[in-house]
Nanobody
């Protein structure tokens, strides 16, 4: 049984930082692309960042609104993907979901996600 478990959410002031982590068990982590989505109150879920199976020289995607502030990384030996979030803004407030891809394609849409975590809440106060 595949499990996707996020951690690291919380309350932070604007301009602060948080680091989200996601551990995947029950599948060969290194064979699939990974991603982070978020869903703010009253809004649709959106892809925030995604990373291919190899961190070095691989493909990375960021939504425009987080470029230069967020960094996605993965540690295949630990079956873990991280999202370092710096210079946080109130509009980053959302539930953040870790997503395990279906294949080598970057999971930037729901159709490319095989497994979802339950989400971790990030609240940025102004």
């Amino acid at each position: 049984q595949v499990q996707v478990v996020e951690s690291g959410g919380g309350l932070v002031q604007a301009g602060g930082s948080l680091r989200l982590s996601c551990v995947v068990s029950g599948r060969t982590f290194s064979s699939y692309a990974m991603g982070w989505f978020r869903q703010a109150p009253g809004k649709e879920r959106e892809s925030v960042a995604a990373i291919s199976i190899n961190s070095s020289g691989g493909r990375i995607y960021y939504i425009d609104s987080v470029k230069g502030r967020f960094t996605i990384s993965r540690d295949n030996a630990k079956s873990t993907v991280h999202l370092q979030m710096n210079s946080l803004k109130p509009e980053d407030t959302a539930v953040y979901y870790c997503a395990a891809g279906t294949s080598l394609l970057l999971p930037t849409t729901g159709s490319r996600v095989a497994y979802w975590g339950k989400g971790t809440l990030v609240t940025v106060s102004s």
